[in-house]
């Protein structure tokens, strides 16, 4: 199946700097989704970005879907950023199966 | 908003007992999963249900078994539970056709003793 690998594995930053979560897949999609999971476990999407960019408030992504990557912006970082961030993609040869990546863990220190 | 919940936020069960974790939406949804999630490993797919009393395989069915008789409600059974099987367990659901817009409950944490 299509394999996810997102990079870095951890990340400590300061309150007020800026990062870059990539997520690298080995195949076409026609999904791909960043969630937000905070630590208490909830989950929220944060984009649908199969291929282009979008942007809300702090937070951007951006698809190269012909390259078969995405990178997840956090401009401005805060201590509530803080959490897992996973990448999903769905195959474009398979609707049914959506694969999750390991997670980013993001740490804002204040 | 969209409420997904779960039965129990956690869970201890001895080995070989059978467990049922249960799995509710408020937004008449056709699509509900269940995913378990283990750290390095991210969110791996158990089982899927496009509607009442349909199940589907995801990537990693052994071991469980799934129920769907009410549209709202799918829920996962381990039939006899096994210590490898530790994890946090999510549920979600989607609108048919927008598996982009998939809602997670808060998870379940369920240790095997």
């Known amino acids: 199946g299509i394999q996810v690998e997102q990079s870095p594995p951890d990340l400590i930053l300061q309150e007020g700097a800026n990062s870059t979560l990539r997520c690298n897949f080995s195949?076409?999609?026609?999904?791909l989704q960043w969630f937000h999971q905070n630590p208490w476990g909830q989950l929220i999407n944060l984009f649908y970005?199969?291929?282009g960019t979008k942007q809300n408030g702090r937070l951007s992504a951006t698809t190269v879907a012909t390259e078969r990557y995405s990178l997840l912006y956090i401009s401005s970082s805060q201590t509530t950023d803080s959490g897992v961030y996973f990448c999903?993609?769905?195959?474009?040869?398979?609707?049914?199966?959506?694969?999750f990546g390991a997670g980013t863990r993001l740490t804002v220190k204040p | 908003d969209v409420k997904v919940t779960q039965s129990s936020r956690y869970l201890v069960k001895r080995t070989g007992e059978k467990v049922f974790l249960e799995c509710v939406q408020d937004m008449d949804h056709e699509n509900m999963f269940w995913y378990r999630q283990d750290p390095g490993l991210g969110l791996r797919l158990i089982y899927f249900?496009?509607?009442?009393?349909?199940?589907e395989k995801g990537d990693i069915p052994e071991g469980y078994s799934v129920s769907r008789e009410k549209k709202e409600r799918f829920s996962l059974i381990l039939e006899s539970a096994s210590t490898n099987q530790t994890s946090m367990y999510l549920c979600a659901s989607s609108p048919q056709g927008r598996r982009e817009t998939q809602y997670f409950g808060p998870g379940t944490r369920l240790l095997v003793l």
């Open positions: 999903a993609v769905e195959a474009s040869y398979n609707n049914n199966d959506m694969r």
């Open positions: 970005i199969p291929s």
């Open positions: 195949d076409s999609v026609n999904n």
């Open positions: 249900s496009y509607d009442v009393k349909m199940k």
